[in-house]
């Protein structure tokens, strides 16, 4: 008889190896598809597009993600509104680039301005409510279906698009298969890099961010040691909302705002942050990179006759990650 | 989350509790029972994928009742109701029902209205899975009256085909008719991909459009089927081939603004390289912009049109419930067949006196034999009691502020396409083979 601690590591090892095995075939099954190599003709150029396409759209999760995941790691908030203030931020953004106010200026204000939603929330709502999760989860559903019932007579249910700036309104040619490419969607992958690297520098080598990741660790202690903890809590919340609020406006500019889209935001977020690892700014990186992939990738390349499956391939690839690990690929105990 | 001692009872009991309020909230009925009351349920999407849709079938519904039943508009928001309608003495009283494009949740409102509500007669729904389910339903609830909102599967009436449903508005094909010869003759192409979302409705678009244009001799490169819900379409748009001379897209609301802004921003030319099935001539898409002018679609209303029908319906529609810019609620095709689908159960109501005797069988056969002179033209059910409907090739117009023009009238399109479709072979992703 094996030992039951064996034999759980065993059972986790097997389906870690499985894990890795699924990922391996995966990708030479892209690659082969892509190269020609089974199923017809090489179309190399629709590969780099795809790819290209998962990138971004992976580059446009992480943002509304990480505000997402910085909250919840600080603060054990559930935010189920966050998709609600990605919604409102492109609706305000959109608002003020139709007032012909600069685009980058309207992208900062309406930011901005959801940060300062967020605060309010947080101070009005969830303040005196702390530590006690699912009163506060129930109170951000509460706060997103009020929001998104308010959004349909303020900005119309029809699908609105907010105007990209002038020069980045077209494509690129990288000169390579004759690709063009929307320049607008690789802004946003750059935006993304450099909230990115803005970010893990705040909390690795600044100051406040060493008092949230001590927070994060021991929020007890961390007050003990006579830290000023409701004046971090309400800065993380502010920046957290805020980037939901930029990835609003950019995501209304590359794809478009409609009435759901608070709702699939907020469930692509779950699914970055809970693939990732709920906390971790390294898993909201990885967590969107795989749904972004995964979504673009396989609505192309799964078996002709099975394309339709492509959308439950994301929600495959959360199961697997939490039955390999369940704290996410970065996720702490 | 750990639920410790009393305090986490009482969170599930909040959770519940909660959930039980929202369900209780999603339903909007005005209900109250006089004697000789008929009650109308009308029901379109409010949520999902074709949310946009939402104001225009209920101010479509809601302004036949106020021109053929003298009602008056309680508001002009999207479900304000309607008041003092009446039908040879019998006071209206309409419900609304909300779904989210999908026929489970297209099901469950229709139980709950014909079921819970109480409504004698159903007006819905917009889309085409929900309409399949919902006839099927129709077959078992056989002393109720259902019409069809704009739901255009083919099978819904060519195979389904329950006796008390009646479709005014026709089907997804027939709404194609003379594209396929538009694209071969007067476009001159050879060679066509079809873009569109994975479902009854698109299928039985493209089934409208190979039906003309593979037997001219026009030949469809590639298929590419996307499923409803996908938020970003840009791998959808990167799978269309190269070669070939353009491109017709089957998607409604959200969707649509995806590809076409995807299309246009890398450079391609929606005027001369796409055509649109129905659901993409909306005025809802006009947030793509100036990329627009120019494109042609198949449309079962002749949107644009300056006859004399049309336009009274259009300004007398807008002067109830008025637009911005003036045209785009009216100049809508779920707006449209809303209207067309309401005015028949009026002027099915008046022929027999408003009797829902018998099992609303007088009604039925009143539905039945209708002549229904409607804004689009005079429409006939045929023995599967869907319409013999008038088709248009219509265009988008204009540069600063977007409208539409008739470019082409089909007059007489029945479902079948003179034989050419049949109750056995339902359109499905690669059929019919072209």
Redesign the interface.
């Known amino acids: 008889m094996i030992p039951r601690r064996i034999r759980a590591e065993l059972a986790h090892r097997f389906a870690g190896g499985l894990a890795l095995l699924v990922l391996v075939v995966a990708v030479a099954w892209v690659l082969a598809r892509a190269f020609g190599v089974v199923g017809g003709t090489a179309n190399v150029p629709l590969f780099i597009v795809v790819t290209l396409n998962g990138l971004t759209l992976a580059a446009l999760y992480f943002i509304v993600a990480s505000g997402f995941t910085l909250i919840f790691g600080l603060m054990r908030v559930v935010n189920m509104a966050h998709g609600s203030l990605y919604l409102l931020g492109g609706y305000i953004g959109l608002r003020l680039v139709e007032h012909r106010v600069n685009y980058w200026l309207a992208l900062v204000l309406a930011a901005l301005a959801i940060g300062v939603v967020g605060l309010v929330m947080q101070q009005v709502f969830l303040r005196w409510n702390q530590g006690q999760d699912l009163r506060q989860a129930l109170i951000t559903i509460a706060i997103s279906v009020v929001l998104a019932d308010q959004m349909i007579p303020t900005f119309g249910a029809a699908a609105v698009a907010i105007k990209a700036p002038d020069g980045l309104n077209s494509a690129v040619r990288f000169g390579l298969y004759d690709i063009r490419y929307p320049t607008f969607r690789l802004v946003v992958l750059g935006l993304a890099v450099l909230i990115g690297v803005s970010l893990w520098y705040g909390i690795q080598h600044t100051r406040f961010g060493m008092i949230i990741r001590a927070g994060v660790d021991d929020r007890a202690m961390t007050s003990a040691l006579g830290v000023n903890v409701q004046a971090v809590l309400a800065v993380t919340f502010f920046v957290g909302a805020l980037l939901a609020g930029l990835g609003g406006v950019l995501g209304g500019t590359m794809i478009a705002l409609a009435p759901g889209q608070d709702a699939s935001f907020l469930l692509s977020s779950l699914v970055v942050v809970i693939v990732g690892g709920m906390g971790s700014l390294a898993g909201a990186l990885f967590g969107a990179l795989a749904l972004g992939l995964v979504a673009q990738l396989s609505g192309v390349y799964l078996p002709a006759g099975y394309t339709n499956f492509s959308i439950l391939l994301t929600f495959a690839l959360l199961v697997f990650v939490l039955a390999v690990r369940p704290i996410g690929l970065f996720g702490r105990r | 989350?750990t639920?410790v001692g009393t305090r986490?009872e009482w969170?599930t009991w909040?959770?519940a509790i909660?959930l039980g309020l929202?369900v209780a909230a999603c339903g909007n009925s005005t209900s109250t029972s006089a004697a000789s009351t008929i009650k109308v349920g009308i029901m379109t999407t409010c949520?999902?994928?074709f949310?946009?849709f939402?104001?225009e079938s209920f101010s479509g519904a809601k302004y036949a009742l106020i021109q053929g039943a003298g009602g008056k508009a309680k508001g002009t928001?999207s479900q304000d109701g309607v008041t003092g309608a009446s039908v040879s003495g019998h006071p209206i009283e309409i419900s609304f029902g909300c779904t989210d494009a999908s026929p489970d949740k297209a099901l469950a409102e229709a139980r709950r209205l014909v079921q819970n509500v109480g409504v004698d007669i159903l007006l819905g729904p917009l889309s085409g899975d929900e309409g399949i389910a919902l006839a099927n339903y129709a077959k078992q609830q056989p002393n109720k009256t259902f019409v069809n909102g704009t739901s255009a599967a083919q099978q819904t009436t060519l195979s389904v085909k329950a006796p008390n449903f009646f479709r005014y508005g026709g089907d997804g094909a027939q709404w194609m008719a003379g594209l396929g010869t538009y694209a071969y003759q007067t476009l001159h192409w050879r060679n066509v991909a079809i873009l569109g979302e994975?479902y009854s409705y698109p299928w039985t678009q493209a089934a409208g459009f190979i039906g003309e244009f593979c037997p001219a001799g026009g030949k469809i490169a590639k298929r590419i089927?996307?499923?409803l819900?996908?938020?970003?379409?840009?791998?959808?748009v990167?799978?269309l081939p190269s070669n070939i001379d353009g491109f017709l897209l089957l998607t409604g609301?959200?969707d649509?603004?995806?590809v076409e802004?995807?299309y246009s921003?890398?450079?391609g030319n929606l005027a001369t390289h796409m055509l649109g099935g129905s659901s993409v001539m909306d005025p809802?898409?006009f947030?793509?912009?100036k990329p627009l002018s120019g494109l042609a679609g198949g449309s079962p209303v002749p949107l644009g049109s300056t006859d004399s029908a049309w336009t009274s319906y259009v300004n007398g529609l807008e002067s109830v419930y008025p637009a911005d810019p003036k045209g785009s609620l009216a100049g809508s095709l779920f707006t449209g067949l809303y209207y067309n689908g309401m005015s028949a159960i009026i002027q099915g109501l008046k022929q027999v006196n408003g009797d829902l005797s018998g099992n609303q069988s007088k009604l039925q056969q009143a539905l039945s034999g209708l002549t229904l002179s409607a804004p689009n033209g005079s429409l006939k059910l045929d023995a599967n009691r869907n319409a013999i409907i008038t088709n248009y090739i219509v265009q988008i117009v204009g540069d600063g502020s977007l409208g539409f023009k008739v470019v082409k009238t089909v007059p007489g399109v029945d479902q079948t396409f003179h034989g050419f479709f049949g109750p056995t072979s339902s359109p499905a992703?690669d059929s019919p083979s072209c």
């Open positions: 989350m639920l986490g969170g909040a959770v909660g929202v949520g999902g994928p949310a946009a939402e104001q928001a994975d089927w996307i499923p819900g996908t938020t970003d379409w840009a791998s959808a990167a799978q609301g959200t649509t603004v995806a802004k995807e921003t890398r450079g809802t898409s947030t793509v912009g992703r």
